[in-house]
T-cell receptor, first 114, second 110 residues
Framework: DAGVTQSPTHLIKTRGQQVTLRCSPK?????VSWYQQALGQGPQFIFQ???????QRGNFPDRFSGHQFPNYSSELNVNALLLGDSALYLC?????????????FGQGTRLTVV | DAKTTQPNSMESNEEEPVHLPCNHS???????IHWYRQLPSQGPEYVIH???SNVNNRMASLAIAEDRKSSTLILHRATLRDAAVYYC???????????FGAGTILRVKS
């Protein structure tokens, strides 16, 4: 089992551009959550997808959007990039209907906006 | 989202036990207590979780106060590989939405 895989691992974009990050969940997991982690801080919840719908959302602007595919993989899209969007973006997968099990995280995508 | 409070940093000697405290005075009856850790340049890694009773697994033990307003993660014999940021998190929502705080930076000295 490859666990949670994210691509790409690193990315450099220019302010104002758009970016798409990808995540494949751990085998058997049906829920994907996305987190943003700025340098020196804990991860911040962006949103969560289950059954191809956004189920929960954190305090992030509409520039952040996502998608989940029938195979449970997911994409995070960020439009009109700002310098402040530079961060490590983490994807986590889990089972939706089990609160008492762990979430598995990927290694993250390091996004740098210049 | 219920809040947790942890010390900013702690230091331990290798091969000695480490007790990482967490306060969660606003915890509700259905909140689970989760601990994750994040090693440098990696995504967070699950450590342990519990609801009311103390829990043990191969990585650590979780001691939960009787009133559930605090908990302690216990690493029985710290190694250099345990140096990481440790996060105490309360999980209520289905789908395991996790609300991270700043965590505790654990430094392990050889």
């Amino acid at each position: 089992d490859a666990g949670v895989t994210q691509s790409p691992t690193h990315l450099i974009k220019t302010r104002g551009q758009q970016v798409t990050l990808r995540c494949s969940p751990k085998s058997g997991h049906d829920t994907v959550s996305w987190y943003q982690q700025a340098l020196g801080q804990g991860p911040q919840f962006i949103f969560q997808y289950y059954e191809e719908e956004e189920r929960q959302r954190g305090n992030f602007p509409d520039r952040f959007s996502g998608h989940q595919f029938p195979n449970y993989s997911s994409e995070l899209n960020v439009n009109a990039l700002l310098l402040g969007d530079s961060a490590l973006y983490l994807c986590a997968s889990s089972y939706y209907d089990r609160r008492n099990t762990e979430a598995f995280f990927g290694q993250g995508t390091r996004l740098t906006v210049v | 989202d219920a809040k947790t409070t942890q010390p900013n940093s702690m230091e331990s000697n290798e091969e000695e036990p480490v007790h990482l405290p967490c306060n969660h005075s606003t915890i509700s009856g259905t909140d689970y207590i989760h601990w994750y850790r994040q090693l440098p340049s990696q995504g967070p890694e699950y450590v342990i979780h519990g609801l009311t009773s103390n829990v043990n697994n191969r990585m650590a033990s979780l001691a939960i106060a009787e009133d559930r307003k605090s908990s302690t993660l216990i690493l029985h014999r710290a190694t250099l590989r345990d140096a990481a940021v440790y996060y105490c998190i309360l999980s209520l929502e289905y789908g395991n939405k996790l609300v991270f705080g700043a965590g505790t930076i654990l430094r392990v000295k050889s």
